[in-house]
């Protein structure tokens, strides 16, 4: 396995944020750039930094100024070469006579900066504030990020006066968390649960064992040097006074390795080492497989690189959002389109793939984000409606609630019901829960995790299904009727959404497969019970008379978006695949589907991996990998398609597209080249249910070498030919 021939080298400097770098540790990010002039500067962030209006700000940005003696660059545009090294997650910049390292720790919250040289030479470091001022953004901004009209961005505070470093910070002194559930009828939730955005502070600090303080803004080594290093240390939390921000931040600083700790050096690159060994796919064979490859690489880069925070990723920009300068939204490195929500149908996807490579732990974090919203959610479904159960919108702030925007101000809602958003899009879009559900089904089939059946699985599983039960009726057959319904944001109106009715049917069936002992009789009867109640899934005939799947068992009104709900059956709920059922219709369904852009949040290669579809399933593979952003200079920059950059929609579905066309797990039954390319040689190593590890080669469209593990799970191992 070398994924370093995947490597990222650039042999020229960037003249902005545009032609950055990404670095990362799961928790801490940053977006590195050289510059002609051979200043060194990048932004950082963290996923948890939420400011006041609930939106996710950048932590800050900062210029590293080399000189030699005679005040030229150190870092030369003649003898210039940027790496960025997967294997040691690490980026060097090498001069004619110096070397540049750049880390950001995997083990703490840091990112670290060390030059060395043959020659003298000097070292400033800056801070660049921009959030200076308390700002309004324009009315186009804030729709485009669906921010409240009442927004106002305070700035940054520098502390002038923290000895021999520079800190600053973001503090949340005010919170629009109780105006947001007060305006959605929420407000007696809020006496009772904690603001999470009120005192939240977040910033960082820098230092170096030979910088000396200039300014509150500015460090320099005082005297030419051959080496040289900087810290940035970096804080998330809720205090009560900056003061106490400012100890635990010192506390931190003070236990955290430095730039100069070579053994630190050696276990993050450790860390990243056996990231790669965990999980490979590296694909041979024409120049196209190859850049496939490339992509595969540096798309899961990213997700490690954001992955392991408190929060999710952000579909719309993840960490590595910075002031792009496309037309028409050209902003500042704090804005993205959509803003601070998750989406939940774009969020999802940059997940998808972290089953097969065993990321489990990165997976985590969305999981438990909607399990922390799960108070709220029971509290809305019975404030709403006045029953019990959960039901999680599709755009939500992190704690849960719907946007301002989305849930529409008191003067906006003439008409509407409570409950009802002015957002049309999303108004009955609660389908994500069933989803959310199936994955967990699917993580827990992967790692037999105990804890998490029981803390996160189980608890989401019974909210959402006793919505389901609760709050749609029967039909006169004793079958569910799902209406008022939508259709996801394909139709705003619809009677049994196929969506809705294949996640039902797939939810249940997977809590049936659950160790019963974990589960409980009183549990199963009901999901025995409510199986027994979901209708089959809607169908029509096409133009020529066959059988076809259908969106809905009824539709009003002309298509809103452009999406496919009727292979919502083959993902994400694995309905009709290779291994199951109706495959012939599902397959006529696909090679009917209304949108074929394969765009963004599409899953037109996904669902043709599903459905053994070699050919469709390689070409959208080949566009969505290999097609980075026209904005950005790095190749795994995606959009940005109909989100932002870079685009976690399009990285992931890809990703998740090329591992179905390797391999598809049903049951017990491991399928290996069920959609694969004969003419693209392959090495992988795949985890799959039941604590099972895959390893070895594909050549000439055949198993070359397999290494199983448990051996007993051999027998489950299913080879297809391409």
């Known amino acids: 396995m070398n994924v370093s021939r995947h490597d990222v080298i650039w042999e020229s400097p960037s003249s902005d944020a545009a032609g950055s770098m990404p670095l990362g540790n799961g928790r801490l990010a940053a977006n590195l750039w050289c510059e002609p002039n051979g200043d060194v ?146 407000e007696e939730f809020a006496e009772d649960h904690p603001d999470p955005l009120l005192h939240r502070t977040f910033g960082g600090m820098i230092a170096g064992d030979r910088l000396v303080k200039l300014s509150p803004t500015h460090l320099a080594v005082d005297a030419p040097v051959r080496q040289a290093s900087f810290s940035v240390t970096t804080l998330t939390a809720r205090t009560a006074d900056p003061a ?231 039909g006169p057959d004793g079958l569910l009727r799902i209406t008022p319904a939508q259709c996801i944001e394909q139709w705003h109106e619809a009677i049994n959404p196929l969506p809705e009715l294949a996640g039902l049917r797939r939810c249940l069936e997977a809590l049936l497969t659950l160790p019963e002992e974990r589960t409980g009789e009183e549990r199963r009867g009901f999901w025995r019970r409510f199986a027994s109640e979901i209708p089959e899934l809607p169908t029509r005939t096409d133009k020529d008379g066959l059988g076809i799947f259908a969106p809905a068992e009824e539709v009003t009104g002309p298509p809103k978006n452009s999406e496919n709900p009727e292979l919502y059956g083959v993902f994400p709920y694995h309905l009709h695949t290779l291994s199951r059922g109706e495959l012939d219709t599902a397959r006529r369904t696909f090679h009917r589907r209304e949108y074929t852009h394969d765009t963004g949040w599409a899953q037109d290669g996904i669902q043709a991996a599903l459905l053994g579809l070699t050919a469709e399933a390689r070409q959208s593979v080949e566009k969505r990998l290999t097609t980075p952003s026209e904005y950005a200079r790095f190749p795994a920059f995606w959009g940005p398609g109909f989100d932002w950059i870079p685009d976690q929609s399009q990285g992931g579905s890809a990703a998740t597209a090329l591992q179905f066309m390797l391999m598809q797990c049903e049951g017990k039954a491991i399928r290996l080249l069920p959609a694969w390319p004969r003419e693209w040689s392959a090495s992988f190593r795949f985890f799959a249910p039941e604590n099972t590890v895959l390893e070895g080669e594909v050549k000439d469209g055949n198993i070359t070498s397999l290494h199983v593990t448990p051996e007993s799970r051999n027998q489950d191992v299913i080879r297809i030919h391409p």
């Open 244 to 474: 106490k921000w400012l100890e635990t931040m010192a506390d931190i600083r003070r236990n955290i390795p430095s730039a100069e700790d070579d053994e630190a050096l050696s276990r993050h690159r450790r860390w990243w080492r056996d990231f790669w060994r965990r999980s490979y796919l590296l694909i041979d064979g024409p120049d196209i497989a190859r850049e496939v490859s490339r992509g595969y690489q540096l798309q899961r880069y990213l997700s490690a690189c954001a992955g392991r925070g408190a929060y999710p990723i952000k579909f719309n920009g993840s960490l590595f959002s910075v002031d792009w300068h496309v037309p028409g939204e050209d902003f500042d490195a704090d804005y993205r389109r959509w803003g601070p929500g998750y989406w939940h149908q774009n969020t999802r996807l940059a997940y998808w793939p972290m089953l097969a490579t065993g990321d489990f732990e990165m997976l985590l974090p969305y999981f438990r984000m909607y399990r922390d919203m799960l108070p709220l959610a029971r509290f809305r479904t019975r404030k709403y409606f006045g029953h019990e159960g959960a039901y999680f919108p599709e755009t939500v702030y992190f704690w849960g609630a719907f946007l301002e925007r989305n849930y529409g101000h008191p003067e906006q809602r003439t008409g509407l019901s409570i409950g009802e958003t002015v957002n049309r899009y999303i108004r009955w879009h609660y389908s994500s829960g069933l989803e959310l559900v199936y994955h967990a089904c699917l993580y827990f089939s992967y790692t037999w995790d105990q804890e998490f059946a029981a803390e996160i699985l189980l608890p989401l599983a019974d909210g959402v299904l006793e919505y389901y039960d609760k709050h749609f009726s029967r």
């Open 41 to 186: 500067r990048a932004y950082l962030a963290r996923s948890d930094a939420w400011a006041e209006m609930g939106n996710l700000l950048k932590l800050g940005r900062f210029r590293a100024r080399l000189r030699r003696e005679n005040g030229q660059p150190l870092l030369s545009v003649d003898e210039f070469r940027q790496h960025l090294h997967l294997e040691d997650g690490l980026i060097t910049i090498h001069g004619s006579d110096s070397l540049l390292t750049v880390w950001i720790d995997a083990h703490h919250p840091s990112l670290h900066f060390r030059c060395r040289s043959d020659v003298g030479f000097r070292m400033d470091v800056s801070l660049e504030p921009w959030r200076t001022d308390v700002r309004e953004p324009g009315e186009y901004e804030k729709e485009q990020q669906c921010l409240s009209s009442s927004l106002r961005m305070m700035p940054d505070v520098i502390v002038e006066d923290f000895p021999n470093a520079l800190c600053w910070y973001h503090r949340n002194e005010s919170s629009s968390w109780a105006a947001n559930l007060r305006q959605q009828h929420l």
